[in-house]
């Protein structure tokens, strides 16, 4: 520990105190006895040490931590920096800030925002004179309170709103969704099942950023740029490849779409963990369908596996949503055992609105997930995947530890061109399984051989070559 810079102490206390309701650990007291004076210092990172101090302020302490954190919370002027004195006394904060102060301030106490203050408190973070650790500070909070369905509901619609977009007019557009961050884990295929979906005839958009905290892992960005292709193209030349049914597919990326949200990436390495803002960054649709888009995303922690649905229904701008129990938050799924969905399909005779649906009605909010999906005219759906109803043998090798960048692209390639082996029948796999589920295929056997003739006969290929 005392070979650690100041900086790398502050953001291992984060990374153990700041996790979330449930996950925190209680600090090694010499740990904390090290990194509280730093929270004085005008050196220290502002936006990890809000961070931090916000999980103090918020966290169940056992009696060593608050021993040394009472001097602190009840002497904030000698002890803390003025930005994090602030967080308590948010009269003293700029007046142009002061707004967004008050509404962190009463998530720092543990108070749920209403629909509107938490429309309001979103799209503060937009704005550059708001300064970033307040911004990291009211992400923070939010995370440790635990985002309520109304809050969640707000903050992706104001996402929604404030991102740009192009429609598209087609029968169907499957819309893949990972985590921005990335993965580290498995292989990262999301942009060769586009292709071959593409030379399946159903149209895929994938969307996300190069590189982003906490993981920093392997994106579709990464693997485009390293396949010799531009992952930066602007909306309208990816609407245009999507709408080719000789492309048929494209990458949006949050620099172009969304370049507010892209300016926060060095805040969000600052705050060590994982704010709302990646819950709702990969749902925003660069490319919207007339009619909605067929949404597929993933799950690791079991609280976002029914919340996510419902915040989908309210928001109620996709035609069909599925949330996978998948490797990594990605939608790349587990070979080697079965993979749980959840999710709902839209009535057909419902229209999808272009402007803001409005405020949930309390009585949607309090309801359990299939009443409030029939609510909302739409029907859930539940299921499980099997790799072997989609003609795919388990196996026990996609977890490769260490996977690299290099590996990944040219492990990709390789099967669209007639390699053999597991990363063929993870596209197969995959593929048929998302034109299943969004109803393009009337069974899972036709599903998988559409996907296994479309690899053979080299059409998937000429789908991942159009790209450029």
């Known amino acids: 520990m005392t070979n650690e810079t100041p900086a790398q102490l502050l953001r291992e206390a984060l990374k153990n105190k700041g996790i979330g309701p449930t996950g925190s650990k209680h600090l090694d007291p010499e740990l904390l006895e090290q990194v509280l004076p730093l929270l004085g210092l005008p050196e220290t990172n502002v936006v990890t040490a809000a961070t931090f101090w916000t999980a103090c302020l918020m966290l169940d302490n056992n009696d060593e931590e608050e021993a040394l954190l009472r001097p602190l919370k009840a002497n904030p002027r000698q002890y803390l920096t003025r930005e994090l004195q602030s967080l308590t006394k948010p009269e003293i904060v700029e007046p142009e800030s002061r707004s967004f102060a008050e509404l962190t301030n009463i998530v720092i106490q543990k108070q749920n925002l209403t629909f509107d203050q938490a429309s309001s408190a979103v799209s503060y973070l937009w704005h550059p004179e708001i300064p970033v650790w307040l911004k990291a500070s009211f992400l923070q909070a939010e995370r440790l309170k635990r985002e309520t369905l109304a809050e969640n509901v ?47 005839g159903i149209p895929c958009v994938v969307h996300g950023l190069e590189s982003a905290a906490p993981k920093h892992g392997i994106t579709t960005a990464r693997i485009l740029k390293h396949a010799g292709k531009n992952p930066y193209r602007d909306l309208a030349s990816v609407q245009a490849g999507i709408c080719d049914s000789q492309t048929g597919w494209g990458y949006c990326d949050q620099s172009v779409f969304f370049p507010e949200l892209h300016a926060l990436l ?14 709702f960054e ?33 928001h109620n701008r996709q035609r069909m949503f599925f949330n996978l129990r998948s490797i990594e938050g990605s939608t790349n799924c587990w070979i080697k055992k079965e993979t749980p969905y959840v999710g709902y399909q839209l009535s057909d005779q419902v229209k999808i609105p272009h402007g803001l649906k409005g405020t949930p009605t309390p009585l949607m909010l309090d309801a359990d997930w299939t009443t409030l999906l029939h609510s909302q005219q739409s029907q859930p759906l539940e299921g499980t995947l099997a790799p072997e109803t989609f003609g795919v043998f388990r196996e026990d090798q996609e977890i490769l530890k260490d996977i690299t960048l290099e590996q990944t692209v040219e492990a990709g390639i390789a099967a669209l061109k007639g390699d053999s082996g597991l990363v063929r ?3 197969i796999y995959h593929a048929a399984m998302y034109a299943w589920l969004g109803g393009c295929e009337a069974s ?19 789908h991942w070559n159009a790209q450029n």
């Open 425 to 427: 029948d993870l596209l």
């Open 282 to 314: 990969k749902l925003l649709s660069p490319v919207r369908n007339q009619g909605g888009n067929i949404q597929i995303t993933g799950y690791v922690h079991p609280h976002y596996r029914i919340e996510m649905v419902k915040a989908l229904a309210l």
């Open 154 to 200: 707000a903050f992706l619609q104001q996402m929604w709103n404030q991102s740009r977009s192009v429609d598209v007019q087609l029968p169907v557009l499957i819309d893949l969704c990972d985590a921005y961050d990335g993965t580290k884990r498995s292989y990262h295929l999301t942009p060769f099942f586009a292709a071959v979906l593409a030379a399946m």
């Open 266 to 279: 060095p805040m969000r390495h600052d705050m060590v963990k994982r704010p709302f803002l990646a819950t």
């Open 444 to 462: 899972p056997a036709s599903a998988t051989a559409h996907a296994r003739t479309v690899l053979q006969s080299g059409k998937a290929l000429d």
